[in-house]
């Protein structure tokens, strides 16, 4: 299983894409496989074995010789595995428009990337994509020379088939709903629910992705829903001072994934947008856990939080459309505590992590389609 680099937790406001790798790799443990991060990870979780390839001062001006004598030396190190796990996490130098880490492409492909390819090519493993971000995809270019290495099976947090174009063959790659948004929350325990301590009535934990036309537009629409009024009390997270019209009155920048925890921590409740259109995300669960209420934008309109109502129904009455609902709900939460709690409980039980999609990847992977060859275009 590649591990994700160590630079993914900054990325994300509550920092759960190094904890979706390791809720994976603990729960294949649990389930009495034998697990190997392979990758440039952080500490050694009991009863999984590390690999770190050696990546010490390489960069974009290093030989090929060594690059691959290092990439022969931890595959070797890895050994024959029956299949790899690939984690799609945010990329540095794509993943964020202007690149605000500085992140140089080919020293992030030679460090995390390339090593994982190298494996997977010389070891003939398959390779069970999975996506937590619907800019993470991988870069069709890392399967021109390897065409081997393209994905078996793509798990994402969306349902939907598109096209890719590698060299002379055209694919159409099936992505397939995974279930894996709550994997991150693998053997966290819950925080306290109660309402002692709790001084941030609404709070909002976004970032705003206003510059990013990548992903659905739109999405200023939603966020006028909150912004405006005083219902929001604390909003953190990057690029509020794009929102039309100036940032937010109740911003307050981006914070780290610690402090965000205890924000949450601190918050009766809060709204939550998704990334894009139709694209289920984490934050339910990251709020339930700790003990956050969190109130879905949407009950089926464009930019609507678990469209389906897979985890709370379009008709609940903590889902909000206007500022004025908001406010009756942050109200409500102030009030009446069994209610807002009631509530937690209840997306505490249905966001509780699901690997089934996932186990049957691992033991069918011809099922899923994954980059699925078609006619080539003249």
């Not at 969306?158 to 060299?167: A, G, M, T, V």
Request: proline share 8%; charged share 25%; glycine share 10%.
């Amino acid at each position: 299983m590649q591990a994700t680099p160590e630079h993914a937790d900054r990325a994300t406001p509550v920092g759960d894409t190094t904890g979706g790798t390791m809720g994976v790799a603990k729960y294949l443990r649990d389930q009495g496989h034998a697990v190997t991060l392979f990758g440039q990870v952080r500490g050694d979780p009991p009863g999984v074995r590390v690999v770190r390839p050696n990546v010490r001062g390489m960069d974009e001006y290093s030989t090929v010789a060594d690059v691959e004598a290092r990439y022969r030396a931890a595959t070797d190190e890895l050994g024959p595995q029956d299949a790899c796990l690939n984690v799609a996490g945010p990329s540095p130098t794509t993943s964020w428009v202007g690149n605000p880490y500085g992140a140089s492409t080919q020293q992030c492909y030679m460090k995390y990337t390339g090593p994982l390819l190298y494996a997977m090519h010389h070891l003939g493993l398959k390779r069970v994509l999975l996506v937590h971000d619907p800019r993470n995809y991988p870069r069709d270019h890392e399967m021109l020379y390897w065409p081997e290495c393209r994905p078996a099976v793509v798990l994402s947090l969306e349902e939907r088939s598109f096209p890719r174009r590698l060299r002379h063959q055209q694919y159409i790659v099936h992505a397939q709903y995974g279930r894996g948004e709550n994997w991150w929350s693998y053997g966290t325990p819950y925080h306290p629910c109660d309402e002692v301590g709790r001084d941030v009535p609404c709070l909002m934990v976004q970032h705003s992705h206003l510059e990013d036309d990548r992903l659905s537009d739109g999405r200023a629409d939603a966020y006028a829903t909150f912004m405006g009024g005083d219902e929001v009390d604390v909003l953190v997270g990057r690029g509020w001072d794009k929102y039309p019209g100036g940032a937010p009155r109740a911003w307050q920048g981006e914070v780290s994934p610690g402090e965000c925890r205890r924000l949450l921590q601190r918050a009766l409740c809060g709204p939550i947008v998704p990334i894009a259109d139709k694209f289920i995300t984490s934050k339910l669960r990251q709020y339930a856990l700790n003990g956050c209420l969190p109130l879905p934008y949407g009950r089926g309109e464009r930019f609507t939080y678990d469209h389906l109502g897979r985890y709370v129904p379009l008709d609940a009455e903590i889902r909000v459309q206007t500022r004025a609902e908001l406010r009756e709900l942050v109200d409500r939460a102030r009030r009446d505590e069994g209610w807002r709690r009631g509530w937690v409980e209840r997306i505490r039980e249905a966001t509780e992590p699901d690997f089934s999609v996932l186990e049957e990847a691992l033991t069918n992977p011809g099922k899923f389609g994954g980059y699925e060859p078609c006619e080539s275009r003249p």
